[in-house]
C-alpha cells in the first residue's frame, strides 16, 4: 500500500508529461509522487485494483487515513482530487464536481482524443505552430496529430 497519493500518466504522452511537470511546479506541499501507467508500480496498482485495467486516463491513487487501503480515481475525478494538491486558484477547479460525472467524463475523454500528443513531436509541432500563428495546420488522418500543411 501506499503512503501518499501517486498519479499514475502515461509515460509515452508529451502532453501528459507536460501536465506532470506543471503539477510538479504548483503541488502546494510537494505531496503527490508519480509514477507512468507502464511501469511495474502501475501494474501493482491494477493488480490490487482490477477496474482500472484497460482505463486510458490518469489513475489517482490515494490512501485511505486510518484503513490500510488506497482508493483509485480516474478521468475527471481523477483530475479534481489532483486540484486538491494545487496551489493558488487551480484548487478551486473543483467547483466543476457539480456538473454530472458523465458530462465531466466525455470532457475529458474528448479532449485526450484530440490532444494524442506524444514526445519530442508534439513539442516541435507546438513551435512550428506558434510560428505559424495556428494557419495552415491541417489534421493528419492516420494519427489525428495536426501537421503543417
Known amino acids: 500500500m501506499i ?3 501517486v498519479l499514475l500518466y502515461d509515460g509515452l504522452c508529451g502532453f501528459c ?3 506532470v511537470q506543471f503539477i510538479l511546479k504548483h503541488d502546494r506541499h510537494g505531496t503527490l509522487r508519480f509514477a507512468t ?4 508500480f502501475a501494474r501493482s496498482v491494477i493488480a490490487r485494483h482490477p477496474e482500472v485495467a484497460g482505463v486510458d486516463s490518469l489513475v489517482l491513487v490515494e490512501p485511505e487515513v486510518g484503513s490500510g487501503r488506497e482508493r483509485v480515481y ?3 475525478d481523477g483530475a ?3 486540484a486538491r494538491y494545487l496551489g493558488g486558484a487551480w484548487h478551486l477547479a473543483r467547483v ?3 456538473v454530472p ?3 465531466r467524463d466525455w470532457a475529458y475523454d474528448a479532449f485526450a482524443r484530440i490532444h494524442p500528443w506524444y514526445g ?3 513539442v516541435a509541432l507546438l513551435e512550428r505552430a506558434f510560428e505559424l500563428g495556428f494557419k495552415g495546420l491541417k489534421l493528419h488522418p492516420v494519427s489525428t496529430i495536426a501537421h503543417p500543411a
Do not use: H
Not at 501507467?37 to 511495474?40: S, V
Open 3 to 5: 503512503d501518499r497519493p
Open 17 to 19: 508529461d507536460g501536465t
Open 37 to 40: 501507467l507502464q511501469g511495474d
Open 74 to 76: 480516474v478521468r475527471s
Open 80 to 82: 479534481l482530487r489532483v
Open 96 to 98: 466543476v464536481a457539480i
Open 101 to 103: 460525472r458523465v458530462l
Open 120 to 122: 519530442d513531436e508534439a
